[in-house]
């Protein structure tokens, strides 16, 4: 699999004309050819962007906006090989999260292009399994806990958590401060961070309970069937999200 992460000038920008979206976008799911990208055509969201050859990746994402150098690259390849101790170098399933929780700024575009996917050793060509992708809507889960919990979303909104990726040789990043699961500007939902593999302690000083509690209610709702879109990356098609969109896959086996 290839992946490059990229971050535009603007990133704070909080969108007013955003739409939200569940489970029934599989149904007829954005999509822009490589061609209207080419010529000038900006996808909003999400999307998955048709091109004829592989190569073409990069070209296409710097087309779209600058890519962004982090410590695993720019425009990077990873394979299940735990060349560098992250769950993206493994074969695991991941649930629905966000990443670059441990930068002040995420990522605010991330793209991930699907190279190649071949049977395991000695098994029959078309028996390639696994590696389907998972998306959610974070602003969409957010705003249905709102809804049904405004004091969960509360809790889940103030308190500030530690994050932080490390593990690697040489590596050890974390935020300029603290930060919520949820971030909002007055009512305007702003960020989303949630990865429980980057996350630190929650603080002491806050009701240590009640925030396991709202995660709990949280996670429940990412989880639910109506606020998840599986599909199947190919060869040739490149997924395009936006920071607060929530990723997952289940084993790769092949």
């Given at each position: 699999?290839?992946?490059?992460?990229?971050?535009?000038?603007?990133?704070?920008?909080?969108?007013?004309?955003?739409?939200?979206w569940?489970?029934?976008?599989?149904?007829?799911?954005?999509?822009?050819h490589?061609?209207?990208?080419?010529?000038?055509?900006t996808?909003?969201?999400?999307?998955?962007?048709?091109?004829?050859?592989?190569?073409?990746?990069?070209?296409?994402?710097?087309?779209?906006?600058?890519i962004?150098n982090?410590?695993?690259?720019?425009?990077?390849?990873?394979i299940?090989?735990?060349a560098?101790a992250?769950?993206?170098?493994?074969?695991?399933?991941?649930?629905?999260?966000t990443?670059t929780t441990?930068?002040?700024?995420p990522a605010?575009?991330?793209?991930?292009?699907?190279?190649?996917?071949?049977?395991?050793?000695?098994?029959?060509?078309?028996?390639?399994?696994?590696?389907?992708?998972?998306?959610?809507?974070?602003?969409?889960?957010?705003?249905t806990?709102?809804?049904?919990?405004?004091e969960d979303?509360?809790?889940?909104?103030?308190?500030?958590?530690?994050?932080?990726?490390?593990?690697?040789?040489?590596?050890?990043?974390?935020p300029?401060?603290?930060?919520p699961?949820i971030?909002?500007?007055?009512?305007?939902?702003?960020?989303i961070?949630?990865?429980?593999?980057?996350?630190?302690?929650?603080?002491?000083?806050?009701d240590?309970?009640?925030?396991?509690?709202?995660?709990?209610?949280?996670?429940?709702?990412?989880?639910?069937?109506?606020?998840?879109?599986?599909f199947?990356?190919?060869?040739?098609?490149?997924?395009?999200?936006?920071?607060?969109?929530?990723?997952?896959?289940?084993?790769?086996?092949?």
């Open positions: 699999m290839q992946s490059s992460s990229m971050a535009a000038s603007g990133s704070n920008t909080i969108l007013s004309d955003r739409r939200l569940s489970a029934t976008i599989s149904s007829a799911p954005p999509e822009v490589f061609e209207d990208v080419m010529s000038g055509t996808p909003k969201g999400m999307a998955d962007l048709t091109s004829k050859i592989a190569q073409a990746t990069e070209k296409l994402l710097e087309t779209i906006g600058p962004r982090t410590h695993y690259g720019g425009f990077y390849d990873f299940p090989d735990l560098l992250d769950t993206a170098y493994t074969n695991l399933a991941l649930p629905a999260h990443d441990y930068f002040t700024e605010g575009l991330q793209a991930f292009h699907l190279l190649s996917h071949t049977p395991p050793t000695n098994k029959p060509a078309d028996e390639v399994l696994g590696g389907q992708s998972l998306l959610v809507d974070g602003f969409h889960a957010a705003e806990l709102r809804a049904e919990s405004l979303f509360e809790i889940l909104r103030q308190v500030k958590l530690p994050w932080h990726a490390s593990g690697n040789q040489g590596v050890a990043i974390a300029d401060m603290a930060y699961v971030e909002a500007s007055g009512e305007k939902l702003h960020r961070r949630w990865n429980n593999d980057d996350r630190g302690v929650v603080p002491l000083d806050v240590v309970d009640a925030w396991y509690r709202a995660a709990r209610k949280w996670d429940e709702i990412l989880k639910r069937k109506e606020n998840e879109y599986w199947q990356l190919e060869p040739g098609r490149v997924s395009l999200t936006t920071g607060e969109c929530f990723m997952g896959e289940v084993p790769l086996r092949g």
